[in-house]
């Protein structure tokens, strides 16, 4: 939970606090220009995925977690020393590193190594990091800027963040519970191969990519990581451009990310009680209504709007995650979640970059949240085609 909480939130969301002050000291950038530094991180992360998903099921997840955070810490201190657009570029490359090594993948692939009983539950409790990220970095950098601290100082600072992380890794983390002579919770189901370690159970990954399950569950995740990244990461200049300040705007990203918190854990306790795919109908239904009221949302309103996107999201976001492990099992749990990351990073980063292209032709969101409301039913039109394979 809190290696997603450090690498989402330096990444994704909390950086975000800082863009209009990059932009202020910049003029001549383009809210695209400058959205352009996720759609190359997360292309990046597309591309890697497939190579690293190798590398979990070989080396396991806390090698990969500790290169990580090695990683985040230089990148985000020489954030502070940029002096143009193709700088910010090149430490976008570095963070798609920092994300295959610390991000949703690994997180999922190592609660479901210890888990087959509350295996919904435990995920939904990990994931929150990603929401805790938006909630708690986001506010504390811009309360940062609303006391003078400039954006190139809270690069600075924030760079000793990842080495909190580091330290709780190499003391804490084991890759799965036979390494320290454990075996998964709740494994009295399955034979005594797979009770030691669960990476034997579960689909090939040659079998699970040629089920509909697999492309349905891709298309889906492209569909919804373009909404709800392309909304996250515009979310904060959106709302100056309502009228509030950096620090209220910035407080907007804890609006989107607290409710998403709780959906994550009901969802993920509701995930071990509930068969089938009646939560991930009522997760996008409740999704595609918030961003319809958003599209019509005026200062007064739009916080209630964000809200509810983010209690749908979080929802959904946990479901997703656990159709992806529970529908094909672990035996190539990185290939396929590696896969499956290539389509929704490259859909997540086309949302970021084009939120801020649109605004920079038509001057709003207006059309971008439309977009955002049609790729919402695609997505539910899609969910009838997730089946269980194992």
Known sequence: MLSLMLSNGLVFTGITAFDSAILAEFPDW????????????LVGVGILAPIFGILIDKVGVRALMIVGCLILMPTYYAYGYVENIGHIYILHIFLSIVMVCCGLNVGVILVSNWFVKHRGTAIGIAILGTSLGGAVLAPLFGYWLSEGISWRQGFQYASII????????????RSKPSVIGLKPYGTENYSQQSQDDLSNHGLEYGEAIRTRSFWAITVIAMCTFYTLMGLQANLVLHLQDLGFDIQSASAGLSVLFLPALVGKFIFGVFADRFEGNKLFY???????IGLVALIVSSQATVMYSIG????????FYTILQLNAVNNFGLKASGKILGT??????????????????????????YYAFIIYAVLCTIALLLISQVKKHV
């Not at 809210?31 to 530094?37: A, F, H, I, M, S």
């Not at 990842?162 to 983390?173: A, C």
């Not at 009522?282 to 595609?288: A, H, P, Q």
């Open 30 to 41: 383009s809210r695209g220009d400058l959205k352009l530094r996720e759609l190359i991180t």
């Open 162 to 173: 990842p080495f909190i992380l580091l330290v709780l890794t190499i003391l804490l983390v």
């Open 282 to 288: 009522g997760n996008i239904i409740m999704m595609l």
């Open 308 to 315: 509810l996107i983010g209690f749908a999201w979080g929802g």
């Open 340 to 365: 499956i990351t290539i389509l929704d990073a490259i859909g997540a980063g086309l949302g970021i970059y084009l939120t801020g292209v649109i605004f920079d032709v038509y001057g709003s969101y």
